[in-house]
Structures are given as structure tokens and as C-alpha cells.
Nanobody, 121 residues
């Protein structure tokens, strides 16, 4: 069974740091890109950072968050520094996974279950 499993959320004071991790498991041929999204209460889910080739970041987290990927382990991490209360949200790992199907290989979009990050002021 193919799945993404996140870890590393929690409660932190403003100015603190957290690292989120996400591991993709199952019969995966390759991974085209891995991303982190977040959704705050009452708001739409937004893209925080993505890494396929070069990393890209939302303007709100540039200079504070760093996304990294281990291709050999099928993992992606998000190091979050200088956290602010407005960073409070459920963070979701997302990936475009290439899987083998009956008619050949295809790319599929997968989501993790989400992990809560709460930043207190």
C-alpha cells in the first residue's frame, strides 16, 4: 500500500523551530516532486514549499523554512525556523508518485494525513 506518513509537528513558542518529516512507502517507481502544504482554521490549503528540482517557497516562509529531500529514502523534510503564530496550521505532505499500473507507469497525487503545528505567542 502506497502512503505518505508525516511526523514532527507539535507546540512551539514564537521564534522557535520545528522540523517536519514525511516518508513515502510502498511500491513506488519514482517521485517527481514532493511538497508541503498547510491549512489554518477557516482558510484554504496553501502551498508552503516544493522540491522537484530546485526548491521553491511561499513568500510568507522564504528565508525561514527549508525543504530538503532524500531521494534514496523517499523522504522530504521541512525545517521551520523563526516560527510565528501565523504559521499555526495543519501541515500536509504531498507527492507526485510514479507507480506501476496494468497499462504502464503513471503519476499519481498522494497526500499525508497531516500534522498539527501550533506556534504560541
Amino acid at each position: 500500500q502506497v502512503q505518505l506518513v508525516e511526523s514532527g509537528g507539535g507546540l512551539v513558542q514564537a521564534g522557535g523551530s520545528l522540523t517536519l518529516s514525511c516518508a513515502a512507502s510502498g511500491s513506488i517507481l519514482s517521485i517527481n516532486a514532493m511538497d508541503w502544504y498547510r491549512q489554518a482554521p477557516g482558510k484554504q490549503r496553501e502551498l508552503v514549499a516544493t522540491i522537484g528540482g530546485s526548491p521553491n517557497y511561499a513568500d510568507s516562509v522564504k528565508g525561514r523554512f527549508t525543504i530538503s529531500r532524500d531521494g534514496a529514502k523517499n523522504t522530504v523534510s521541512l525545517r521551520m525556523n523563526s516560527l510565528k503564530p501565523e504559521d499555526t496550521a495543519v501541515y500536509y505532505c504531498h507527492a507526485y508518485l510514479v507507480l506501476q499500473g496494468l497499462s504502464g507507469s503513471h503519476e499519481y497525487s498522494y497526500w499525508g494525513q497531516g500534522t498539527q503545528v501550533t506556534v504560541s505567542s
